[in-house]
């Protein structure tokens, strides 16, 4: 079970947050947030988490964009939802500092493993969200690229969460359809 009240309060806080961002694919981006918490919410429960455990996957799967994308401050998230929640979303975010893409994934995942397996699981459903069909611009090369970089996180993370572990294995596998060979 997890708190719905913490649910409403930590959407409300993401969704101020993001304001107009937008998705990839020109959708509001709470459609993406809400996605990823659904499916940690599934996981959750299926994994009969306690409260105070999947309230820290939950509150983490809702902010898990806001020190990358906005101007909350790490904080920020530590005055008003404390030091698990701040940490787990701290290492949910890139380090914009290093200089590659390959470099920043790798430095966050390192980060990752250092944090419990309720923080983990929300880089699982964020990949499974993220692997619904790529945007139209996006070429064969760079939509290659982002199912081998699924596939790395799957195998870095894979043991925080059964269902999601399988999840993100089945969407894997599906994203194929979209790889030209
Ligand atoms: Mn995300």
Known sequence: ??????????????ALAHGEQKTPKGLPYLAHITCVAMEVINACE????DEAKANLAISCAL????????????????????EDV?????????????NSKQAQMK??????????YEVQMVKLADRITNLQAPPEH?????????QKEASF???????SNIYLANRLKEKIEDYKKYIKE
């Open 153 to 159: 996180i799957l195998s870095c993370l894979g043991n």
């Open 86 to 98: 701040a940490n787990g979303v701290e290492a949910l975010s890139k380090d914009i500092t290093l």
């Open 1 to 14: 079970m997890f708190s719905q009240e913490n649910f409403v309060e930590v959407l409300n806080f993401a």
């Open 138 to 146: 996006w070429d064969n090369e760079k939509i290659k690229n982002y």
């Open 63 to 82: 902010l898990h964009d806001v020190i990358e994308d906005t101007n909350i401050t790490y904080d920020e998230l530590y005055m008003k939802f404390g």
């Open 107 to 116: 430095d966050s995942i390192e980060r990752l493993l250092t944090q419990s």
């Open 46 to 49: 299926k994994s009969s988490l």
